[in-house]
Each structure stands twice: as C-alpha cells, then as structure tokens.
C-alpha cells in the first residue's frame, strides 16, 4: 500500500482536527443554575444545535408596479394577521395598507390629522388578540384602536403618562416604556389595564450618566409580548433576556456568550456626523456595539435576536432561541433590511434602498434543516 506523503498526513491530520474542534463547539454544553429561584440559560458562543435554518424569497411588497395606492415610503410597523394578510403603516401618508398572502392589494385606510379616528406620528402598530390593530400616537397623545377593515373603535388618552412605547396583551392590558432621564438614566416597565390604570411596575433599570455627554449606542429597553402574555425584555447593553409572567414573575433568564463587535473609525465618523451636539456637550462613542440590537417574538414561542455580528456577505446575524431558552439556530439578513415578524413558517422584513427609509416589505419562508 501507498504510504501518504508527510504533507499530506500532516494536512489530514489538521483537517480532521478542525472538523472535531468545530464539532465540539457547535455541541457546547448549555448550562442552566437556578439564581434565587428563577432558571438561568447559559448559552455557549455558538449554537448547542447543528440544525440550520434556510430562507427562501418568496414575496415583495410596495414596489411601483402596485400603484402610487400601495407605494411605501417610510415604513414603520408591519403586522400579519391570521389569514397571513399583511399590514404595513407608513409614515410619510400616516396610512395602513393592506395586501393579501398572494400579495395582491386589499385595501388603505387610516387618515393624517388630530380629529377623531385620525392619526397624526403613530410610529409603531401592534396586531392584538389577531382582531385589532393598536397605534400609540405620539403627537395625538393617545392610543389608538381599528379593526382589521380599518374602523377606528376606540381611543383612549395618553396625556398623563409619559410614554416612550407602548404595546398591549391578548386581554388588552398595556405595557408601556417610560425613560426618565436625570442625574442617573431610569428605564421603567409598567403595566397597565386596558383603561391605563396601573396595575404593575415590571422592571427598573438604572444606569450611571456623564453629565454633557451623548451617548451614541441607543441603550432603551427592548421588549415584546409572547401570544401567551409572558413579557419578554432586555437591555442591550447586555446579552441578557428575561422573561416574565403576566402577573409580575421573572419566569426564565437567558443568558450567551459572544465575541464583541468593535466599532470602526469610519463607522465612528459616520455617526458623529450624523447626530447633532447641543454647545458645551461632548459625544461618547464605545469601543464596541452593544450585543443586542433588538428582536422579535414569533408564535411558536421562539426569540429572534439581531446582533451586529456580520456573515461573510456584510448581512447582519441573528441568533434563535427555542421557547426553553436555548440557542438553537442562527441565519443572518442582508443590512438593509430588518427583520419584522416571524410566523407561520414565515420572516417578514422591510428593505431599505440607498439608504432612504425603508419601502419595501419581503417575505421569506423559512425551513429547519
């Protein structure tokens, strides 16, 4: 028999070497410790599971073969019903449009203005109980109800409270974002019922603040609403994420390693140039972006986290949690595009051009492999 050379033993040798190193990282053991009684998810930097996860364009919405009806300009919020119809607000014209899952057109509703069934900057929609669509008009000082053919059915009045965002369970409770700035930075969770009166303060977070000087990371809590009203919330200064029961009880902690992603000169100039300073204040730019960017809930009761961890392409990843916590998956998106809903076997995101806002919906199924 042929003996192999020494280069090529040698390169054999390494070759099988990688794939047992790599193999060994990808089954790192997750470990789970009960702090004060509540289950913590420690997950590994890769993901426990070898399956994959695969998208595959299938729809594209807002383009100008629709119509100047349907064109998107600014979209703020996409919702997805039951039917699998899609709804998008749209900031620019303050409209929901409507299209079916074929991507056909159904409808437009919605009016710019401060009367009545109008709205005026309701910079995010939400899809409650699959039967109505809820707006927080920041400028109308109010939360706003419609039904899915676009009637407007309530309002409710927002003038004493101090809402950053706002978002509401299947039984019409409320959870609203305050952000109180002072000598120290104080992010609050607060539930309310449906008449916004307080039933709970889910969480406080407090964090040191520099006097005269800007932060350039976004650190506001993000947070969702799984459909069994569990509240799910992180800082993203932290590759951390609770979960909490509708009565007020931390239910799980998930918690991941990660390498972190440094900043770069050019990406430090581009957002000096893009923010303005007030006189006498000073601009903070970390060395490194946060670990959590934001992320989505889909009806399975998984997480979808966006990181700013790129794949070879320059996509932004996103990392998946199962409903236990754990790390099961990742894929990433292209950078112009954010990631919106996730259901039924389906991603939904909206596509930015250029670097104008985004105007375009796609939707990708998504396989398990």
Same mark, same amino acid.
């Given at each position: 028999?042929?003996? $192999?050379?020494? =280069? $090529?033993?040698?390169?054999?040798?390494?070759?099988?070497?990688?794939?047992?190193?790599?193999?060994?990282?990808?089954?790192?053991?997750?470990?789970?410790?009960?702090?004060? +009684?509540?289950?913590?998810?420690?997950?590994?930097?890769?993901?426990?599971?070898?399956?994959?996860? *695969?998208?595959?364009? #299938?729809?594209?919405?807002?383009?100008?073969?629709?119509?100047?009806?349907?064109?998107?300009?600014?979209?703020?919020?996409?919702?997805?019903?039951?039917?699998?119809?899609? @709804?998008?607000?749209?900031?620019? #014209?303050?409209?929901?449009?409507?299209?079916?899952?074929?991507?056909?057109?159904?409808?437009?509703?919605?009016?710019?203005?401060?009367?009545?069934?109008?709205?005026?900057?309701? /910079?995010?929609?939400?899809?409650?109980?699959?039967?109505?669509?809820?707006?927080?008009?920041?400028?109308?000082?109010?939360?706003?109800?419609?039904?899915?053919? +676009?009637?407007?059915?309530?309002?409710?009045?927002?003038?004493?409270?101090?809402?950053?965002?706002? =978002?509401? #369970?299947?039984?019409?409770?409320?959870?609203? @974002?305050?952000?109180?700035?002072?000598?120290? /930075?104080?992010?609050?969770?607060?539930?309310?019922?449906?008449?916004?009166?307080?039933? %709970?303060?889910?969480?406080?977070?407090?964090?040191?603040?520099?006097? /005269?000087?800007?932060?350039?990371?976004?650190?506001?809590?993000?947070?969702?609403?799984?459909?069994?009203?569990?509240?799910?919330?992180?800082?993203?200064?932290?590759?951390?994420?609770?979960?909490?029961?509708?009565?007020?009880?931390?239910?799980?902690?998930?918690?991941?390693?990660?390498?972190?992603?440094?900043?770069?000169?050019?990406?430090?100039?581009? %957002?000096?140039?893009?923010?303005?300073?007030?006189? +006498?204040?000073?601009?903070? =730019?970390?060395?490194?972006?946060?670990?959590?960017?934001?992320?989505?809930?889909?009806?399975? +009761?998984?997480?979808?986290?966006?990181?700013?961890?790129?794949?070879?392409?320059?996509?932004?990843?996103?990392?998946?949690?199962?409903?236990?916590?754990?790390?099961?998956?990742?894929?990433?998106?292209? *950078?112009?595009?954010?990631?919106?809903?996730?259901?039924?076997?389906?991603?939904?995101?909206?596509?930015?051009?250029?670097?104008?806002?985004?105007?375009?919906?796609?939707? /990708?199924?998504?396989?398990?492999?």
């Amino acid at each position: 028999m042929r003996k $192999l050379s020494p =280069i $090529l033993r040698l390169s054999l040798i390494l070759f099988v070497t990688s794939l047992v190193f790599s193999f060994f990282l990808q089954t790192e053991e997750i470990k789970i410790k009960v702090i004060n +009684g509540v289950p913590v998810v420690y997950n590994p930097k890769a993901p426990a599971s070898l399956q994959t996860i *695969a998208l595959k364009e #299938d729809l594209t919405i807002g383009g100008e073969k629709e119509g100047p009806e349907y064109a998107l300009s600014d979209i703020r919020s996409v919702q997805v019903d039951e039917e699998e119809n899609i @709804y998008v607000l749209d900031l620019k #014209d303050v409209r929901i449009k409507v299209w079916g899952k074929n991507g056909k057109g159904l409808r437009v509703f919605g009016k710019k203005g401060q009367g009545p069934g109008e709205l005026q900057l309701p /910079y995010r929609m939400y899809l409650i109980s699959g039967k109505e669509l809820m707006f927080y008009d920041i400028s109308n000082r109010r939360i706003s109800y419609f039904s899915l053919d +676009g009637e407007c059915l309530r309002e409710i009045s927002t003038a004493n409270q101090m809402f950053e965002r706002t =978002i509401a #369970d299947s039984k019409g409770n409320i959870i609203g @974002y305050f952000f109180i700035p002072g000598d120290r /930075y104080v992010h609050e969770l607060k539930k309310f019922d449906s008449k916004l009166r307080p039933l %709970m303060t889910i969480v406080t977070v407090e964090e040191k603040r520099t006097p /005269y000087v800007i932060e350039m990371l976004d650190t506001s809590l993000q947070f969702r609403v799984f459909e069994n009203d569990n509240i799910v919330w992180s800082h993203p200064s932290s590759y951390e994420i609770s979960i909490i029961s509708p009565e007020g009880k931390t239910l799980r902690k998930i918690m991941k390693a990660y390498d972190p992603v440094k900043i770069t000169d050019a990406e430090k100039q581009e %957002m000096i140039e893009g923010s303005t300073t007030p006189p +006498g204040y000073k601009v903070k =730019i970390p060395e490194y972006y946060n670990p959590v960017y934001y992320f989505v809930c889909d009806d399975e +009761g998984r997480i979808y986290v966006r990181t700013f961890e790129r794949d070879s392409k320059g996509g932004f990843c996103l990392d998946v949690f199962d409903a236990e916590g754990r790390n099961i998956g990742k894929f990433s998106l292209p *950078a112009n595009e954010l990631i919106f809903v996730v259901k039924k076997g389906k991603v939904y995101t909206t596509v930015s051009k250029n670097g104008q806002p985004y105007s375009l919906v796609k939707r /990708y199924s998504m396989s398990w492999q």
